[in-house]
Nanobody
Framework: QVQLVESGGGLVQPGGSLRLSCAASGFTLDSYAIGWFRQAPGKEREGVSCVSRRLGSTNWIDSVKGRFTTSRDNANNTVYLQMNSLKPEDTAVYYC??????????????????WGQGTQVTVSS
């Protein structure tokens, strides 16, 4: 049974950092692409980044480039989203999602069949 569990969210001041974790079970990371998505209140869910064995990691949103880094630890079957220099506009519920196949990192959320429950990130002074 495929399961994804996010953790690491919380309240942080602007300019601070958080590291989100996405612990996967029921499958091995090498065979899947893992995407990070976020949804702010009143807004649509948007893709943040993705990591796959074939493509490595990529950020989809210009505003997070240089601040967010996605990595994975195959030994622990966990994907991380390191978020630095956080801004109030980064406030959202962050989700990780898995898509079978190590080759592609599609940006459309509908391409991902498995989702975690989400973790709240609030950036505020």
């Amino acid at each position: 049974q495929v399961q994804l569990v996010e953790s690491g969210g919380g309240l942080v001041q602007p300019g601070g950092s958080l590291r989100l974790s996405c612990a996967a079970s029921g499958f091995t990371l090498d065979s899947y692409a893992i995407g990070w998505f976020r949804q702010a209140p009143g807004k649509e869910r948007e893709g943040v980044s993705c990591v796959s064995r074939r493509l490595g990691s990529t950020n989809w949103i210009d505003s997070v480039k240089g601040r967010f880094t996605t990595s994975r630890d195959n030994a622990n079957n966990t994907v991380y989203l390191q978020m630095n220099s956080l801004k109030p506009e980064d406030t959202a519920v962050y989700y990780c999602a898995a898509r079978a196949g190590p080759w592609l990192c599609p940006r459309r959320s509908a391409e991902y069949g498995y989702w975690g429950q989400g973790t709240q990130v609030t950036v505020s002074s």
